[in-house]
């Protein structure tokens, strides 16, 4: 079984940055994807982006975000660079184990990012 514990959010201005991190307990193999999701209030749940040994985005942060891992310590990271309003969210990690999966196989509990305007 793996657990999730994301850290790192938190309250910035337009602009700011942050760094999520996520801690997987439990084995984490190096070909498992990781990947980061958020969701914002009345809105659902969309994907960030995602890592197994090439990082990919979503297009909305395509240029600011960038996901990298280190397996040696079963974690995967979200630095956010140049901030948006609109980036203001609930972000989850999220691990599945299998690449072709279409589904996730294991979730955080989340972190909330707020963006002042």
């Known amino acids: 079984q793996v657990q999730l514990v994301e850290s790192g959010g938190g309250l910035v201005q337009a602009g700011g940055s942050l760094r999520l991190s996520c801690a997987a307990s439990?084995?984490?193999?190096?070909?498992?994807?990781m990947g980061w999701f958020r969701q914002a209030p009345g809105k659902e749940r969309e994907f960030v982006a995602a890592?197994?040994?090439?990082?990919y985005y979503a297009d909305s942060v395509k240029g600011r975000f960038t996901i990298s891992r280190d397996n040696a310590k079963n974690t995967v990271y979200l630095q956010m660079n140049s901030l948006k309003p609109e980036d203001t969210a609930v972000y989850y990690c999220?691990?599945?184990?299998?690449?072709?999966?279409?589904?996730?196989?294991?979730w955080g509990q989340g972190t909330q990012v707020t963006v002042s305007a």
């Open positions: 439990g084995r984490i193999g190096s070909s498992y994807t």
């Open positions: 890592i197994i040994w090439n990082p």
């Open positions: 999220a691990v599945k184990t299998y690449s072709w999966k279409s589904d996730y196989d294991y």
